[in-house]
């Protein structure tokens, strides 16, 4: 099953490591060095300022456009793309 995370873009829920609030991680200095390591691997999948990191198992950081509430919604609710 996929969850759709913005953009047009979905992604395996199984796939899913955590979901991050933006608002809430701030920009520490912790937080910032994770990102500067981790450059490469990051995804802005939008133009529109990101209100939530999607980490995933393959080791991607994504930025998505879509709050986290809206995302934790789409979870439970089951509105997902592909079989269940």
Do not use: C, W
Not at 6 to 23: R, T
Not at 42 to 54: A, E, H, T, V
């Amino acid at each position: 099953m996929f969850l759709h995370i913005g953009s047009q873009i979905v992604i395996s829920i199984d796939s899913i490591e955590a979901i991050l609030n933006i608002k809430t991680i701030g920009v520490s200095g912790i937080t910032r060095e994770f990102l500067n390591k981790k450059k490469k691997n990051i995804r802005r999948i939008d133009k529109n300022p990101p209100k939530s990191i999607i980490l995933t198992s393959k080791k991607d950081i994504i930025f998505s456009p879509i709050q986290i509430s809206t995302l934790k919604k789409r979870f439970k609710k089951g509105y997902f793309y592909g079989p269940k």
